[in-house]
Nanobody, 120 residues
C-alpha cells in the first residue's frame, strides 16, 4: 500500500547538523500532515515537528530555533534540518504521515525509524 522511507541519520558531534528525509510512496491520493517523532532509550515517543499540507509548522519547545521541518509535495517528501545538535537529541527518529489512499480511506503511517546519535 504505502511506505515511508527515512534516510539521513547517523553519528554527529555536538553542535553539528544532520538532515533527515522521508519519502512516501505507494497508493497515495493525498498527503495531509507530515511529521517527525523521536524516541530516546527508556523514554516515550515524542513529537519533534509537524507540517501541514498548507505549510503550517509546529515544533517541540526543545528544538525550536534549531530544527526546521519542510516538505516537497511534488515528491511526497518531508525533511528535518537539525542544527546545533545536542547529546539529548540522540534518539530514533520516525517519520509519520496522514495519508488518504486511493480507496479514499484516511490512514496514519509510520516509517521504520532512523538513528541519530550526537556524541563526541
Amino acid at each position: 500500500q504505502v511506505q515511508l522511507v527515512e534516510s539521513g541519520g547517523g553519528l554527529v558531534q555536538p553542535g553539528g547538523s544532520l538532515r533527515l528525509s522521508c519519502a512516501a510512496s505507494g497508493s497515495i491520493f493525498n498527503i495531509y500532515t507530515m511529521g517527525w517523532y523521536r524516541q530516546a532509550p527508556g523514554k516515550q515517543r515524542e513529537l519533534v515537528a509537524a507540517i501541514t499540507s498548507g505549510g503550517n509548522r509546529n515544533y517541540a519547545d526543545s528544538v525550536k530555533g534549531r530544527f526546521t521541518i519542510s516538505r516537497d509535495n511534488a515528491k511526497n517528501t518531508v525533511y528535518l534540518q537539525m542544527n546545533s545538535l545536542k547529546p539529548e537529541d540522540t534518539a530514533v527518529y520516525y517519520c509519520n504521515a496522514d495519508i488518504r489512499i486511493l480507496t479514499m480511506a484516511l490512514l496514519n503511517y509510520w516509517g521504520q525509524g532512523t538513528h541519530v546519535t550526537v556524541s563526541s
